[in-house]
């Protein structure tokens, strides 16, 4: 497998501008006789497929949602990062690559995030020409506030809706090139497999979701914008459509996965009622700007938040880590609001819970202004929870949020499949151990605006390809193995929901490769899940049929990708034994409970080649060098 991350030669800030000079490029006239299918419509997919079509490539974009504007990446709350330094408050393009190398716990390709910080700033311009309001200033400057891990006030946002604002740039950007026939919509259509044709990405398969039809399409190059698979866990603050069927199944086809134990738990979500619940929500971490987190001081004390003097109180970020205070990076505040729950000292039914507390941020600023900054989101958590977080304390708790892992993709995007090129959050490039806030968002649209358009470019302009019809046999030989496994689901016709695998091999993921790992519970996991991933096949009731809309088959299909996949997310981690950003093994800590890297031997990408069904994957290490930045003990203190 070749794993080759093609990074540029020169200095880490020229890299990506003498790498642009040196790309090929495709003359005007022949861009349109290229094809490129894109598969996802978030801001990953929505942004590369309106940028290349601009360009004049014909595009041919896929959504499994009715509209490609109800994307996940709609859900995005709290803002994007960008290293503008509109605050005058110090910030730089070197500094916010340091912070995202230093947030990801010195795992991510140094080369990668450093072109991440300097596009970052062509982003905000690219999105205020689309007409996207991001929040200003009284005197019509744009404002910024604080995420996690920074010490700089970077990110842009609009309100709590910052994914839905982008989104709809994106949205106007794409629906600009349907009108111009550069971009067909494929929405409520579903890729099942991606068809490789002499070692080359050259189409897909894919199930209208409303007529059941297979259908095959060939292009010259494929891009998965699909986004990321925390619903492994099957609780998450994702949608409810998020999987990773689309990666699995490229991955299936030779497209090596990289670090899939890289899951991000945020610390701040709406603790978990009861065992039939679905879909857990996020409150964005934007509210710790001016949230303060805190618990009893004492285990056992059941007061009203608002009985609970300060004296018996216990802030317990603002104690640990007194130069971050509240905005601590997800990982570190996750474990944090762990650490305090197991001690006994957590809130709320179950003792699951730690409060967020707004009093003295509207003592000093008044309801009128945290109103301004977040009443979506507090009216959110009204509607959910029924208390009013104006008056008392919110209670949150950490749930499964991001994922950092994903197909491996060299400097250009392509995945070990030439041709097969992944961006967004499906891929693993930029935020090694761990994503800070804001920077998904930042990410995605670097790939789809500005990265993409170049190396997809360069790929097409220096490879040879003759055509691929969808008649070949290669094709062929694909869609009979889609609508094999349909059958095979409906054909099982057992007791037991898809959902009730999917709830039982999401508890097991959450108790032994969640928040804290060892490698016991990761023997446990390994151990149970093919028994699980056995029950399913023999035992799942998956009703209707397969022509026409039958939501039950689409959901089983990828609940068996996660069947699989949990396996390999539990090698890998079991495979990791260093404790590095959000993947915490128990056995290394240091004394006073922090992530313990070990960076002789695991300073690497875990690249993971698969070998079939219940077989050991293969891992291939891409070794991690760094250049410039000098890999030291990430504090916080
Ligand atoms: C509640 C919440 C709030 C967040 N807030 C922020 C924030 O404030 N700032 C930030 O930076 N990040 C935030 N994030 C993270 C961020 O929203 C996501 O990482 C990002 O939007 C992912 O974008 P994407 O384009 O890669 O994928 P997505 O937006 O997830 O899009 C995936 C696309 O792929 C399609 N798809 C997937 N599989 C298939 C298939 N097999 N066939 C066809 N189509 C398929 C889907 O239909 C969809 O169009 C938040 C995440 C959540 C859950």
């Not at 300097?118 to 311009?125: C, R």
């Not at 809706?161 to 950007?173: S, V």
């Not at 819970?353 to 003295?360: A, E, P, Q």
């Not at 800070?436 to 390809?465: E, I, R």
Request: with cysteine; hydrophobic share 35%.
């Amino acid at each position: 497998m070749n794993l080759d991350p093609h990074v540029p030669s020169g200095p880490l800030a020229q890299k990506w501008d003498k790498h642009r000079f040196e790309m090929k490029l495709v003359n005007p006239a022949n861009k349109r006789k290229f094809r490129i299918l894109i598969v996802g419509t978030g801001l990953a997919g929505g942004s590369a497929a309106a940028s290349l079509a601009e360009l004049g490539y014909n595009v041919e974009s896929f959504c499994f949602q009715d509209s490609s504007r109800r994307a996940h990446s709609i859900a995005a709350q709290g803002g994007i990062n960008a290293a503008k330094n509109y605050q005058n408050d110090g910030d730089s393009i070197r500094r916010l690559f340091y912070d995202t190398i230093k947030g990801g716990d010195f795992r991510s390709r140094e080369a990668n995030v450093y072109r991440l910080a300097q596009v970052s700033v062509n982003i905000i311009d690219q999105c205020v020409a689309q007409g996207v309001p991001f929040a200003r200033e009284y005197g019509g400057l744009l404002f910024n506030r604080s995420f996690g891990g920074a010490q700089v006030s970077r990110t842009f946002y609009c309100r709590g809706q910052t994914g839905q604002q982008l989104l709809l740039g994106a949205y106007q950007a794409m629906s600009r090139q349907v009108r111009a026939g550069r971009i067909k919509m494929h929405p409520r259509s579903e890729m099942l497999d991606v068809v490789v044709v002499d070692g080359r990405a050259r189409g897909i398969i894919v199930r209208d979701l409303v007529t059941g039809q297979i259908q095959s399409y060939s292009g010259d190059a494929v891009v998965l914008a699909t986004g990321g698979y925390s619903p492994v866990f099957f609780l998450s603050t994702n949608a409810k459509g998020c999987n990773v069927t689309a990666g699995y199944r490229a991955y299936k086809r030779g497209a090596a996965f990289a670090n899939p134990c890289y899951t991000q738990i945020h610390p701040t979500c709406i603790p978990v009622t009861g065992d039939y619940q679905s879909k857990l929500t996020l409150m964005s971490e934007s509210l710790r700007n001016d949230g303060r987190i805190w618990v009893p001081r004492d285990g056992g004390d059941h007061r009203p938040p608002q009985e609970i003097p300060e004296a018996d109180r216990d802030y317990y970020l603002e104690r640990k880590y007194p130069s971050f205070g509240n905005l601590a990076p997800r990982d570190i505040a996750s474990r944090a609001a762990k650490e305090v729950c197991d001690e006994g000292r957590g809130v709320g039914e179950g003792g699951r819970g730690v409060y967020l507390d707004f009093k003295d941020a509207i003592a000093r600023l008044g309801e009128h202004t945290i109103r301004e900054r977040y009443s979506n989101l507090f009216d959110m958590y009204h509607h959910i929870t029924s208390e009013n977080p104006y008056k008392a304390p919110m209670r949150i708790y950490p749930a499964p949020h991001y994922t950092m892992g994903g197909l491996w993709v060299d400097y250009n995007l392509m995945s070990s499949i030439p041709g097969l090129f992944v961006v967004g959050e499906a891929n693993f490039s930029d935020h090694g151990a761990n994503r800070l806030g804001a920077s998904a968002l930042m990410q995605g649209l670097a790939d789809g605006y500005f990265v993409l358009p170049y190396t997809l470019s360069n790929y097409l302009a220096s490879t040879k390809q003759t055509p691929t019809p969808v008649e070949g046999e290669d094709f062929k030989r694909c869609e009979a193995e889609v609508r094999e496994q349909l059958q095979r689901l409906l054909s099982i016709k057992g007791k037991r929901s898809a959902q009730s695998f999917h709830r039982q091999l999401g508890k097991l993921m959450w108790d032994q490769c969640g928040m804290a790992r060892s490698e016991q519970s990761l023997k446990k996991a390994l151990n149970e899940i093919p028994a699980i991933r056995d029950e399913f096949w023999h035992n799942v009731s998956v009703t209707g049929g397969e022509q026409g809309l039958n939501q039950e088959l689409e959901y089983a299909g990828r609940v068996a990708d996660f069947l699989e996949f949990a396996e390999l997310l539990c090698h890998d981690a079991l495979d990791r034994d260093e404790s590095c950003g959000a993947h915490f093994r128990i056995e290394h800590q240091t004394p006073d409970g922090e992530a313990e890297r070990n960076d002789e031997q695991y300073s690497y990408v875990s690249a993971w080649e698969y070998n079939g069904v219940g077989q050991a994957p293969t891992l291939h290490k891409e070794p991690l060098t760094f250049e410039e930045v000098h890999l030291s003990v990430r504090s916080y203190k």
